[in-house]
């Protein structure tokens, strides 16, 4: 196994970041959203940089930006790469990280030669910060979206994406063209967007696995009654009741221990009024576990919690369950590889689950998938604050760099 | 003091609390808002009974509908009645028994003749259940209403107060004629609308005081944070605040004891989104207590247990004080003969506040004020089946007639 760690031109790396950053920053505040003009400011940026390191540009059905290193062998490919788009108020490095430091890492393997081909990717969609719709951009490389989701997808001014596409030259009717069977392998660099690797390193991190979610919706029924005639021992409250419940499922998480999550980010209640004690009660839970088992534990704490609380209170629960996302594990030969790699840049990395959601996980369906993280300063994401010292930035890419040689060796 | 029963006649009493009931009843749910068609019908209805009784009627500026009884003594009058207007779903006694009782009650006394001048009213609105303003009819009477307030209000269709009652043949310039200075002395019956004297008894209270309320509106702001990549621990969660909070402010109320309330009735966070930690939450507060000291006590021990689950959790809070209303105590002469009325009934009446708002409260400001109470069935009111024994209802409007006997001799 080679441990020659290649080399990446880390002063244009961080010039790259810098440029791609500009695009959608307006009045101090940086959002570059699915089909946007900033989108495709970024786009247009992101492939000359793919030219300018030699390698063959491609722009597929949905607006996925490739860039592509021949190998001597052909065959199957090795993909790296991350999303262009950004939320609301977003940083520089969620995504753009990934994506830059993949064209970096191609740029410097060209130099060396690689017998598998390698390619870059820039997904065009990934936060589901605009549409109806989320990762976009790798779901349609695995195959996974349809025209009627182009037309049915709408953002907050009813625009369909659909419509979007058009708007940018893109046929939504042949959204299935960007589907892909050719790739084996996909490695992506991110950041941690958590505190762990800042506060307690190492400077790098091998993804272990991606957390899956539970998205739940509680709906707590009692009595409404008047807030000024009805004693406070005889309220059927269904706020007090989602009180109760709330932290108790905080207590679940934090008993649970990390990387347990749980968060109620929605709540509604009925009548609403100053005056009325409330009927009912709605709200969110997120809950998240990087261990499949864990992650089911946790859901069936929480429904148990929610119903205990009910019981006590002379309440009625209904919960229903709106999404469920599996856990998905990387895949334990790239991670070897990958482990490898940071070692060859004089790190043992640090074995982690992403706690946040990834392209990676939905190129895991067709591929074998694996994650570098550098550290986020503060664990601060998806923030215009979003940081990571320049100098974790470039031993990250190299050690991307690194990797990618060694797979397509 | 004379101890002699006045008698009313039951069996219209009955019926015409029936009768005015199916004035808004709609597909099963009655509704009488201030100046609609249902409230038109009412006026109607309850000028006819006025006239049937031998009264004088009279429709003042803002649609009150007056019923006098004239004195042989002339001077300063006394008024008994209540509001003609209901909540959305209201039921068929809350603000009717009184106005309704008040005209049997003043039939009655026509045969008996009385010294002293007595009217009955009908106030046009206290529910503040259309438009945006409370107390319309009462308000009007103690001069408290300007014809800028009733442009200003709006109904949900965003139609102003002025221009309904201008669709009434009622002209909004004119509303501070329906201002008088010569009522001495107000007396109301009402439903209890809480629990007490239908499962405690006795069968009539005589009211101490009308609750007092404080409104407040807290803000609480926290981080809000990515609900993956954030550890519990980390958390400075706005909304889970707040629920510690608002199991907090239940505590304070419970341990005050009867009858100190405090209700939460409507919540927001933001930025309300599934998988965001909120930042910021807010919540309306309604605390009542009908001992003014303790009203005040009340108030300041949620804003320090606030203040205190903030400063455990890291949060900021920002308590804005939204509208105070003192507590109104009645007239202990006034109250003195209602006592006298109600065991002219055989019943020794209970000593109890008013948790509920009245239009008492406003009268108050210009008149010795009291206030007789029924039990509620199981406390329920501002409901369809709101219900009171007829009996109970008939007893109650026999210590009115008496107590305004008693009052105009």
Chains 1, 2 share one sequence.
Request: proline share 4%; aromatic share 4%.
């Amino acid at each position: 196994v080679s441990t020659l760690l290649v080399e990446v031109d880390g002063a244009r790396l961080l010039q790259r970041l810098e440029a791609l950053g500009r695009c959608g920053l307006r009045s101090g505040e940086r959002y570059r959203a699915l089909y946007d003009d900033a989108w495709v400011e970024a786009t247009a940026v992101v492939a000359s940089w793919i030219e300018e390191a030699g390698l063959r540009v491609r722009r597929d059905a949905v607006g996925n930006v490739w860039g592509r290193l021949e190998g001597t062998a052909g065959g199957r490919v090795i993909v790296t790469g991350s999303h262009i788009d950004t939320v609301r108020g977003g940083g520089t490095l969620d995504g753009a990280l990934g994506l830059v430091g993949g064209i970096e890492a191609l740029a410097a393997l060209r130099w060396i030669g690689v017998r598998r081909t390698v390619e870059t990717v820039a997904f065009c969609e990934e936060e589901g910060s605009r549409f109806d719709t989320q990762f976009w951009g790798s779901r349609a490389v695995i195959g996974d979206i349809t025209p009627e989701e182009a037309e049915r997808s709408r953002d907050g001014d009813g625009t369909t994406l659909a419509a979007a596409m058009r708007a940018r030259d893109l046929d939504p009717a042949r959204v299935r063209e960007a589907a892909r069977d050719d790739i084996d392998t996909f490695v992506e660099l991110h950041i941690e967007q958590g505190p762990f690797l800042d506060e307690e390193g190492p400077r790098l991190a091998v993804v272990t696995a991606i957390a899956g979610t539970a998205h739940l919706e509680v709906e707590v029924r009692g009595v409404p009654d008047h807030a000024g005639t009805t004693p406070m021992s005889r309220r059927r409250d269904a706020l007090r009741g989602a009180a109760a419940m709330m932290e108790a499922i905080a207590a679940v998480a934090r008993d649970q221990g990390d990387p347990a999550v749980a968060t109620v980010g929605r709540i509604s209640v009925e009548p609403s009024q100053v005056n009325v004690v409330p009927g009912v009660a709605r709200f969110s839970v997120d809950a998240r576990h990087s261990v499949e088992a864990e992650r089911r534990r946790l859901a069936a704490a929480i429904v148990q919690a929610c119903e205990r609380v009910a019981a006590e209170r002379g309440l009625a629960v209904h919960i229903t369950p709106l999404r469920e996302r599996e856990v998905v594990p990387t895949d334990e030969r790239v991670s070897a590889v990958l482990r490898d790699a940071c070692r060859a840049a004089d790190i043992e990395p640090r074995p982690m689950p992403s706690a946040a959601l990834q392209d990676s996980q939905i190129m895991a369906v067709r591929s074998a998938m694996g994650m570098i993280f550098v550290p986020s300063i503060g664990g601060r994401s998806h923030r215009m604050d979003e940081a990571t010292k320049p100098e974790d930035i470039v031993l990250g890419t190299r050690a991307l760099a690194t990797a990618l040689a060694m797979l397509a060796r």
